[in-house]
């Protein structure tokens, strides 16, 4: 929980400081509800393969306009899901909630266009939360590669549609808990549980 809110305090100061800057320098801001469509993810385990179910997933961005058509990014993502080992037998371990919180650069391809390609790179903190039965919660460190397009209806509302790589990160040694009383099992270092999302959201833009 350490990681989580040391990431949340980071991502508050510098929407503070981006905000700040919007008043003063009169720079656009943008605003984007999404929901989408995630795919689940394979963990692997000393005990067998941890698996995340896909699902629906929703949540919000908030973009800054630096100029150049490049933007800073601070954006949620929440999955409702499953947990379940898979071993010699399927075994259901509990519902579980997959809230992505990143900080990334956006770059459009075409700036000012009205329909523009752009690319994404992010990082940040993935909070696996059980919420079902006395489990315990991890965080891990992401990092994301997106694209997709925006496509300006008007000055004020646009249409976002995305693809997203999500790679979480473990270190060597990790312990992905999933049990009461101290059970759970031991993870190897390198990106796992990788994820992809595929979303669409309205573009608010904020003067």
Do not use: W
Not at 70 to 93: F, K, P, W
Not at 148 to 162: D, H, T, V, Y
Not at 192 to 200: A, E, K, N, P
Request: hydrophobic share 40%.
């Amino acid at each position: 929980m350490k990681l989580k809110r040391l990431f949340l305090y980071a991502s508050l100061a510098l929407a503070i400081a981006l905000i700040s800057g919007i008043q003063v320098n009169a720079q656009k801001l943008e605003l984007t509800p999404i929901i989408g469509y995630e795919t689940g993810a394979k963990i692997p385990t000393s005990g067998g393969d941890l698996r995340i179910s896909d699902g629906m997933v929703y949540g919000g961005a908030l973009n800054v306009a630096l100029g150049g058509g490049r933007y800073a990014e601070l954006s949620y993502t929440h999955m409702g899901s499953n947990l379940y080992l898979e071993g010699l037998v399927r075994e259901d371990i509990c519902d579980l909630a997959v809230d992505y919180y990143s900080v990334g650069a956006l770059q459009e391809m075409m700036p000012g266009a009205k329909a523009t390609p752009y690319g994404l790179f992010s990082l940040g903190v993935v909070n696996y939360r059980p919420t079902s039965g006395s489990y315990s919660s991890e965080n891990k460190m992401h990092v994301s590669l997106a694209g997709g397009i925006k496509i300006r209806a008007s000055e004020r509302i646009g249409i976002r549609l995305q693809a997203r790589l999500l790679m979480p990160l473990y270190y060597g040694g990790a312990y992905f808990s999933v049990g009461t009383g101290g059970s759970g099992f031991s993870v190897g270092g390198g990106i796992h549980g990788v994820q992809g999302d595929f979303t669409g959201g309205l573009v608010i833009v904020l003067k």
